[in-house]
T-cell receptor
Framework: EAGVTQSPTHLIKTRGQQATLRCSPI?????VYWYQQALGLGLQFLLW???????NRGNFPPRFSGRQFPNYSSELNVNALELEDSALYLC???????????FGPGTRLTVT | GDSVTQMEGPVTLSEEAFLTINCTYT??????LFWYVQYPGEGLQLLLK?????DKGSNKGFEATYRKETTSFHLEKGSVQVSDSAVYFC??????????FGAGTRLFVKA
């Protein structure tokens, strides 16, 4: 069974640009979660999607947004990039809410 | 609000030593509790879980017991190996289906 996949592996952008990160969940999983892991810090919850709808959102500004497609894959968009957005962005999926999550390898976003 | 507090690292142990990583939580209701592990350069992997009070989760020699009276979920292993060197995250899932992670504890095991 294929695990959670994320693309790209690395992404380098300049301040003010937009970044798009993608995630494909494990087959059969309907929930997708996004986290930010800044260097030296723990995971901060960003967004949770289930069945195509945004179900919960962490304490991040509106320039962090995303969506979930009918095939349950998901996209995270970060607009007006700032230097402090540089981090590892992790996607996770679960077969249903309130269940253990399976993580992808992450996308390393660097903002210069 | 809901939160998870882990002991600060790094924790440095010699091979075959006993490991304890403390985790306490604050939550309303009855959350599910998890330990995840992140090996260098990789994403997180679920290590073990417990979904109700007095449950014991175990995997790969690691154990943790859901203690409601002390609101704790401490991770233990009787004999650590060099390959256990990683960052360990305690997490809870609240009634609102939101996962809250602790800050992580880095473990170094020396041969």
């Amino acid at each position: 069974e294929a695990g959670v996949t994320q693309s790209p592996t690395h992404l380098i952008k300049t301040r003010g640009q937009q970044a798009t990160l993608r995630c494909s969940p494990i087959s059969g999983h309907t929930s997708v979660y996004w986290y930010q892991q800044a260097l030296g810090l723990g995971l901060q919850f960003l967004l949770w999607y289930d069945e195509g709808e945004e179900r919960n959102r962490g304490n991040f500004p509106p320039r962090f947004s995303g969506r979930q497609f009918p095939n349950y894959s998901s996209e995270l968009n970060v607009n007006a990039l700032e230097l402090e957005d540089s981090a590892l962005y992790l996607c996770a999926s679960s077969p249903r809410p309130n269940y253990e999550q399976y993580f992808g390898p992450g996308t390393r976003l660097t903002v210069t | 609000g809901d939160s998870v507090t882990q002991m600060e690292g790094p924790v440095t142990l010699s091979e075959e030593a006993f490991l304890t990583i403390n985790c306490t939580y604050t939550a309303t209701g009855y959350p599910s509790l998890f330990w995840y592990v992140q090996y260098p350069g990789e994403g997180l992997q679920l290590l073990l879980k417990a979904t109700k009070a007095d449950d014991k989760g175990s995997n790969k020699g690691f154990e943790a017991t859901y203690r409601k009276e002390t609101t704790s979920f401490h991770l233990e292993k009787g004999s650590v190996q060099v390959s256990d060197s990683a960052v360990y995250f305690c997490a809870l899932v609240t009634g609102g289906f939101k996962t809250i992670f602790g800050a992580g504890t880095r473990l170094f095991v020396k041969a």
